[in-house]
């Protein structure tokens, strides 16, 4: 294809998406300063770049998955960023970095005389090597019009708004909700075993029931009973989500109770496990809570 693209963090999700592009035909230059991963890429067809304002020297459009707001404001606009290379016109962002760093990261690009794609994506590693995420897209009719058939090769793509920041705002929503829903199940489990009942059979029968969701069908069966633990997304970025939620509400003045809630067992897990530990061990946080030695 003649459209030539780049891509910026080659990490878990970016990775397996970068790869659908270059299945796709696309003419694709990528960065990240894990080597390892850029060769894989290389392997399969990929250019290697040694900065992100390589990748604007080489790339019209190019896209980013990368862990937290600061990150993704220095790969994008930094002295050696997306927007400092000559051919660079838009950057599509597929981070998760929250409605107020989204504005900013637009309004940066704007000033070096580039578009944003504010579209954060949903449905963890397996989404994303499968091509079947969910992919919240904010910008204007006319660059959606150009990324949307990008943007399919990852998944589901709802455009949701015009401004960035609005595709942000939905993505935090439904990763507090995501995280609420896992909390209240791995509670449930805990209080379940110690009053002697399975968490297997709890969830067996919450499945057939009004308290199924997200989180009893498939990560307490998958990653919890099993005890894997092996979800594939780090307790502290799904934390750092949280805080990006909580923080806008609080910003608009609306108040989340339950989500204030989820947002403190999160602390504690995050304090108690380590940033690097799987989500899905939220549950172990609560089992030393109730002093109970093992879920099933």
């Known amino acids: 294809m003649s459209l030539k693209l780049g891509f910026v963090g080659i990490g878990r999700m970016g990775k397996p998406m970068a790869g659908h592009l270059l299945d796709a035909g696309y003419d ?18 990929a250019k290697a770049a040694e900065s992100p304002k390589a990748v604007g020297d080489e790339a019209e459009l190019i896209l980013m998955s990368l862990p937290t707001p600061d990150v993704v404001t220095e790969a994008a606009t ?30 940066g690009l704007k000033a070096d005389g580039l578009g944003c794609v504010d579209s954060p994506v949903s449905g963890g590693v397996a989404g994303a090597e499968k091509g079947s995420l969910t992919l919240m897209t904010a910008c204007t009719d006319e660059l959606f019009a150009e990324v949307e058939p990008i943007l399919k090769l990852f998944g589901k793509v709802t455009h949701v708004g015009q401004e960035a920041g609005q595709a942000q705002l939905i993505k ?10 896992l909390a209240i199940a791995s ?10 009942v399975s968490g297997e059979t709890l969830m067996n029968v919450v499945n057939q029931g009004s308290g199924r969701s997200n989180a009893s069908e498939d990560k307490i069966p998958k990653y919890v009973l099993s005890r894997k633990f092996d979800f594939g ?14 923080a806008e509400s609080e910003a608009l003045g609306v108040p989340m109770i339950v989500g204030s809630a989820a947002k403190m067992l999160m602390g504690i897990a995050h304090t108690q ?4 530990a799987d989500l899905t061990e939220l549950i172990k946080s609560v089992e030393r809570l109730a002093n109970v030695e093992q879920a099933s």
């Open 28 to 45: 694709l230059t990528v960065f990240d300063p894990n080597k390892s991963a850029v060769e894989a890429l290389v392997a399969k067809g």
């Open 78 to 107: 930094g002295a050696e960023g997306i927007s400092k290379g000559s051919k660079a016109r838009a950057v599509i962002d597929l981070s998760t970095t929250g409605p107020t760093a989204a504005r900013a990261l637009a309004e």
């Open 172 to 181: 935090v929503i439904n990763n507090l909700m995501s995280v609420t829903a």
């Open 187 to 196: 509670e449930g489990i805990v209080l379940a075993e110690k009053a002697g």
């Open 233 to 246: 997304f780090a307790l502290g970025l799904s934390a750092k989500d949280v805080r990006l939620c909580i």
């Open 273 to 276: 496990q380590g940033p690097d």
